[in-house]
C-alpha cells in the first residue's frame, strides 16, 4: 500500500499549532552547538563514531554573490569583484585536503552539492579546479551514478557555464526563482525574467542534467493570493522536477539586507496563509507529491519514491535520499554530521580563513550527541520525513520501554490526538491530513531542549 501523503487544511488547528519552532534539518538543533568544545574533541568523536564502510555525502560552500536579494538569510559575501574568488578557493583548498586525511578513507561520494551564496559567482575555469581538487581527495562517483547538484542563480549561469558543470560530473540543478512578477522582483531586488529561467532549464534537460529543482517564497511585499497562483502557473508550466516553496520570514534585526524590505508592503498573515493553501491545493492538483515541510516532487522522483519505501532522510541540506550517509562540509559558516558529531565552521569569511591559513581546519563549535540525543533523533526523523512512528522499532533499536522513556510526551501526543493532529492505532503513530503541515510542532515534543508548551522566539514561524 501506499503512503498516504495528502493534506487537509484545517484552519483552526493553524492558528492554536502555528508557533516558531525548529526545521529539524539535525537534531539537536544548531542552536545546542557548543564553542567550548575543541575541534580535537570533535573529529576524534566523529571518526570513532562513524562507519568508515558507508559513503559520503560532501558539501561544500562558496559565499559569494554579485547582487543581494534582500528577503537572504543565507551567510553570504556581497560583491562584484570576481578576483575575491580565488584566494577564498585557495583556503578552501586546504581545508578540503586536511577533512579528507580524517574522513575520506577512499569512502565513495554518492552525495556532493554546491550551495552559496552563489556557487556560479566563480568562473568555468575555478569550478573544473574545484572539482579536480575534490576529486584527488575523495573518491567522486566518474559514472554519473551520484546524485552531485549545483545551486544555480539564472542571472549568474550562461549555457557554457552548465555545458562546464555537466561535463564535470554535476547532474543536478537547483534555481531560485521566488517569484515571477516583476514588482515583487523589484522589492527584493532580484530582477529575473522568467525566459532567463525557462533557457536553463530547457538547456540542462538537454545537456541530460538528471534533475532540476526550483525554489519559491511566499510572503514576499507586493505578493497576493491572485500574484502568486500566477507564479506557480508559469512554473508549472516549466515543470521542474522538484519545489521548494518557502515561507518568507521578516526579521531584519538578524539580516541585515532584510532592512531593504517595507514591512508595509508584505502580504498580511491571513494572505500568507491563503497563498499557502492555495499552493498546496495547485501543486498537488498538478500532480506533485507533498514530501513534508516546503518540499514537493514528481511521483517518480527519488525524494517521493525514497518516501514511500520509508527510505528518506533529512540533513543540513534538507530532504535527502541519503540517510546512509555521513556528511563532511566545507567552506565558511558549513555544518558536518560525522557519526554521533555535528560541527560548524567559522561563520564570519575572515575567522574562516585565518583559522585554516593556521590550522588547516576552521571548526568553531559542535555537539557531541549522547544516547537521549540519538534516541530523540531516530523518533524526530521517521515523524518529519515519514509522518508516522513505530514505537517498537524504536524500542528495539535502542533497547528501551518506548512508553516509559516518553511517558511526558505521551500524555501530550494524547492532546494532539484529541485535537486531530495523529491517530495512535495498534501502538504505532500516524500524522493526519491536517496534522502534516504541522509536522514541526510534533516534532518539538520529543525536543527536550525546548521547555514544553512554549514558543521559542529562536526559530522562525511553523507556517
Request: aromatic fraction near 10%.
Amino acid at each position: 500500500m501506499s503512503l498516504d501523503t495528502s493534506i487537509s487544511w484545517d484552519l483552526d488547528l493553524i492558528n492554536r499549532y502555528d508557533l516558531s519552532g525548529p526545521r529539524y534539518t539535525s537534531y539537536p538543533t544548531a542552536i545546542q552547538f557548543d564553542t567550548s568544545l575543541s575541534e580535537q574533541d570533535l573529529v576524534q568523536t566523529g571518526q570513532l563514531t562513524s562507519d568508515k564502510t558507508a559513503p559520503l555525502s560532501l558539501y561544500v560552500h562558496i559565499p559569494f554573490c554579485a547582487h543581494v536579494c534582500y528577503y537572504c538569510a543565507c551567510n553570504k559575501v556581497i560583491t562584484r569583484n570576481r578576483k575575491k574568488a580565488q584566494p577564498y578557493l585557495d583556503t578552501l583548498y586546504k581545508e578540503i585536503e586536511e577533512v579528507a586525511r580524517w574522513y575520506s578513507d577512499d569512502r565513495v561520494v554518492n552525495q556532493l552539492h554546491w550551495g552559496g551564496g552563489t556557487p556560479t559567482f566563480i568562473s568555468d575555469e575555478q569550478m573544473v579546479e574545484l572539482m579536480d581538487k575534490l576529486k584527488a581527495s575523495f573518491n567522486l562517483l566518474n559514472d554519473d551514478s551520484g546524485d552531485y547538484s549545483i545551486e544555480i542563480d539564472p542571472r549568474e549561469a550562461s549555457i557554457k557555464t552548465l555545458e562546464t558543470l555537466r561535463s564535470i560530473g554535476f547532474n543536478r540543478i537547483s534555481l531560485g526563482v521566488q517569484d515571477v512578477n516583476p514588482v515583487v522582483q523589484e522589492a527584493v531586488n532580484r530582477v529575473q525574467s522568467t525566459e532567463q529561467t525557462a533557457e536553463i532549464l530547457s538547456t540542462a534537460r538537454q545537456l541530460g542534467f538528471k534533475s532540476i529543482n526550483m525554489d519559491l517564497i511566499y510572503g514576499l511585499p507586493h505578493q497576493t493570493l491572485e500574484s502568486f497562483n500566477e507564479t506557480l502557473n508559469t512554473v508549472i508550466e516549466l515543470s521542474p522536477d522538484r519545489l521548494s516553496v518557502f515561507n518568507y520570514a521578516h526579521m531584519p534585526d538578524r539580516f541585515r539586507s532584510q532592512k531593504h524590505i517595507n514591512a508595509d508592503d508584505l502580504p498580511s498573515p491571513e494572505t500568507k496563509l491563503a497563498i499557502l493553501e492555495s499552493t498546496i491545493n495547485t501543486l498537488l492538483s498538478a500532480g506533485y507529491v507533498y514530501i513534508g515541510m516546503d518540499h514537493f516532487a514528481k511521483p517518480d522522483d527519488e525524494l517521493a519514491l525514497a518516501q514511500q519505501n520509508g527510505q528518506l532522510h533529512r540533513n543540513f541540506q534538507g530532504y535527502t535520499t541519503h540517510s546512509d550517509c555521513d556528511l563532511v562540509a566545507m567552506g565558511v559558516s558549513a555544518i558536518s554530521q560525522i557519526g554521533d558529531v555535528y560541527y560548524q565552521n567559522e561563520h564570519d569569511i575572515s575567522a574562516y580563513t585565518e583559522s585554516v591559513e593556521s590550522r588547516s581546519s576552521a571548526i568553531r563549535r559542535g555537539v557531541k550527541l549522547n544516547l537521549d540525543d540519538r534516541i530523540r533523533r531516530a523518533v524526530i526523523t521517521q515523524l518529519i520525513c515519514h509522518f508516522e512512528l513505530d514505537p517498537q522499532t524504536i524500542s528495539q533499536q535502542f533497547n528501551i520501554n518506548f512508553n516509559d522513556y516518553f511517558a511526558e510526551e505521551l500524555t501530550e501526543l494524547n492532546n494532539f490526538s484529541t485535537d486531530g493532529l495523529i491517530t495512535l492505532e495498534q501502538g504505532k503513530i500516524f500524522v493526519t491530513p491536517a496534522g502534516r503541515l504541522l509536522i514541526r510542532r510534533i516534532c518539538m515534543t520529543f525536543d527536550k531542549y525546548i521547555p514544553k508548551q512554549q514558543e521559542t522566539q529562536a526559530f522562525s514561524r511553523i507556517i
